[in-house]
């Protein structure tokens, strides 16, 4: 029998500094009464989870107390299989791409890709805007060419089906843009062969793009970004740490405001990955500064 305030409590002070920073967030309607549930519930929301995401945590630790039989306040919940996650090997996966994708570039164009891929930046997307179909193929043919040769990964934003027309390395989706695919066209995706990388931004998101199984997950926006307009609040490498650690079995990107000054600090969370944008675009020496951060990139040697 547990007492949930005292258990509660016991969450809170275990936890406040990793999570510091984040207004409290409302207790949404529990979903059950077990007095673990509810305390994780309660000390989650307060520590500034989205309503999803406390409702996901509480759900993880009742699973886990029921699993171990202890409700251990004083240790983070990690395990995959208390999340729900696919157990591996998973029934629905994308194919595999590498675990460490390194410096990853998001890119307007197919020149600018073309231009990063020539400078060694091993993995790069295209991320062109345009609801013009002629051109949104033009610029997707444009960036496979361009990165023939490079040995640079090419994932392409949101146009899955001239990426697959055209055979890019693979598509980077969203959560709105998973939304908008029909089963019978996620199936078509995953039998294409390319590899899919989908963007999180928080518990609940990472369990539903678990059940899609793509090659990687993306995190974020972990700081601040003026690139895109967010529906949630930067995550922090706290929250970046604590998901990559439930994420282990998936290779991981870590997206958002990062550039060289934030890369040991988002690398020391164990991501494979980081992806950026104005960090390569606005620089005045674009080639300079991709060298840089794929230098910050490597393991420091001991
Ligand atoms: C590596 C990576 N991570 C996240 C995103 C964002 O994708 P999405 O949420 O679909 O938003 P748009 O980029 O389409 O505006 C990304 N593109 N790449
Ligand atoms: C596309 C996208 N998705 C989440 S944050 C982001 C933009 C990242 O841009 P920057 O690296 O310039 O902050
Ligand atoms: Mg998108």
């Known amino acids: ?17 990793t999570f510091a920073g984040f207004a409290p967030e409302p207790v949404p309607a529990p979903t059950s009464q077990e007095p673990v549930y509810l305390a994780a519930l309660q000390a989650c929301s307060q520590l500034g989870f989205i309503a999803h995401d406390a409702e996901c945590l509480a759900r993880a630790w009742q699973a886990r107390a029921l699993r171990t039989g202890a409700a251990q306040p004083e240790v983070w919940p990690d ?25 990853y570039a998001v890119l307007p164009d197919a020149t600018w890709v073309g231009r990063m891929a020539r400078a060694g930046v091993p993995t790069v997307q295209l991320r062109f805007k345009s609801d013009d179909a002629a051109a949104i193929e033009r610029e997707v043919r444009a960036a496979v060419q361009a990165v023939q040769g ?33 089963a019978d ?24 793009a678990d059940a899609v199984g793509p090659s990687y997950i993306a995190m974020g926006a972990v700081f601040p970004t003026t690139l895109k307009k967010m529906a949630t609040a ?20 870590a997206i958002g405001g990062i550039g060289a000054e934030q890369f040991a600090q988002v690398l020391a969370t164990g991501v494979g990955s980081i992806a950026v944008v104005r960090a390569l675009v606005n620089a005045a ?6 060298a840089q951060l794929m230098q910050h990139m490597a393991p420091t040697p001991v």
Not at 189 to 203: D, E, P, Q, W
Request: hydrophobic letters at 40%; charged letters at 20%; a negative charge.
């Open 185 to 208: 066209e996620l199936q078509a995706l995953r039998n294409s062969g390319l590899r899919l990388g989908v963007s999180t931004h928080g518990y609940a998101e990472m369990v539903r």
């Open 79 to 103: 395990a995959p299989e208390d999340f729900g996650l696919q157990p591996l090997p998973r029934a629905h996966q994308f194919a595999p791409c590498p675990e460490r994708l390194g410096l």
């Open 150 to 182: 490079t040995g640079a990964l090419l994932f392409i934003n949101d146009h899955w089906r001239v990426a697959i027309d055209v055979g890019a390395y693979g598509i980077h989706l969203g959560q709105e843009d998973l939304d908008a695919l029909k």
């Open 1 to 17: 029998m547990h007492d949930t305030p005292a258990l509660a409590h016991a969450i809170l002070s275990h936890h406040a500094a």
């Open 234 to 253: 930067p995550q922090g490498v706290g929250r970046l740490g604590v998901y990559a650690r439930l994420m282990r079995h998936y290779p991981q990107v």
């Open 285 to 290: 020496d674009p080639e300079s500064a991709a």
